[in-house]
C-alpha cells in the first residue's frame, strides 16, 4: 500500500470530534480509514503535573505520550500495523483492552493536540478544526464525563474553569485560523461532514486508479 492519505481532526474538549469521526467513518467506509485518537496516549497518573491546588491537570501538552504516539503514526504510514492499551480515564469500572490499528489508504490523527505537535502537523495532508461555543463544549463535556467517566460535576466544572479553558486559548485556537477546513458545530456538523466526505472519496478514487494504472 501507498502512503495514506494523512488527515488531522482537532478542536477543543466537547466539540464533537469523536461523534464526527465516528460518522465519516460510516459515510466513507471503515475499510478505508484507520483511526489513531491521542485520547489513548496519556502518560500514566503518575507523571502528570498537578496545578497549584494539587488537581491532575491532563489537558496539557505534556499530558500526552508524545514520543509514543508519533511512532505509532510512522508505523502506519509504512504499512505496519500497532497495538495500544486503551486508556480509560482512571476509570476502575472499565477494563482496558488493547486496540489494534491497521494501516489503511486514509489515516486520521485525532485529539487535542494534533496541530500543536508540529511533527505531526508537517506529516498532515490536510488539517481539519471543529469549532463550537464555550458553553455547548461545557454541556457536551458534563454529560460525556458524568455517563462515560463517572466524573462528579463539580469535577468537571473545576476542570473546565482552571485547566480546559485556559489550555484551548493557548494550545488549540491558535491553530484554527491555519486549519485547512473549520467547521462549526454548535448545532450540527452536517455541512462540513459532507464537504470533507466527498473529498476523501475522491481521494480513494485517485489511489483506485493509481493502484490499477
Not at 47 to 67: C, H, M, V, Y
Not at 121 to 127: A, R
Amino acid at each position: 500500500m501507498n502512503k495514506p492519505y494523512i488527515i488531522g481532526i482537532s478542536g477543543g474538549s466537547g466539540s464533537g470530534k469523536t461523534t464526527f469521526i465516528k460518522q465519516l467513518n460510516q459515510k466513507v467506509g471503515i475499510e478505508n480509514v484507520a483511526v489513531v485518537s491521542q485520547d489513548n496516549y496519556y502518560l500514566p497518573k503518575e507523571k502528570q503535573k498537578k496545578d497549584s491546588k494539587g488537581w491532575f491537570n491532563f489537558d496539557l501538552p505534556t499530558a500526552i505520550d508524545r514520543e509514543v504516539f508519533f511512532k505509532d503514526m510512522q508505523k502506519l504510514m509504512n504499512n505496519i500495523p500497532i497495538h495500544h492499551q486503551e486508556y480509560t480515564f482512571n476509570n476502575k469500572k472499565k477494563f482496558a483492552g488493547v486496540i489494534e490499528i491497521t494501516p489503511k489508504p486514509i489515516l486520521v490523527m485525532e485529539g487535542l493536540f494534533i496541530f500543536h505537535f508540529r511533527e505531526i502537523w508537517d506529516l498532515l495532508d490536510l488539517t481539519v478544526f471543529l469549532h463550537a461555543d464555550d458553553q455547548k463544549k461545557l454541556l457536551r463535556r458534563l454529560k460525556r464525563d458524568s455517563d462515560e467517566r463517572g466524573y462528579p460535576e463539580k469535577d468537571v466544572k473545576y476542570q473546565w474553569r482552571n485547566h480546559v479553558k485556559p489550555c484551548y486559548q493557548k494550545y488549540l485556537k491558535p491553530y484554527r485560523s491555519e486549519a485547512d477546513l473549520v467547521i462549526n458545530n454548535n448545532r450540527n456538523f452536517d455541512a462540513g461532514l459532507e464537504v470533507l466526505a466527498s473529498h476523501l472519496k475522491n481521494v480513494l478514487a485517485v489511489k483506485n486508479s493509481l493502484t490499477l494504472a
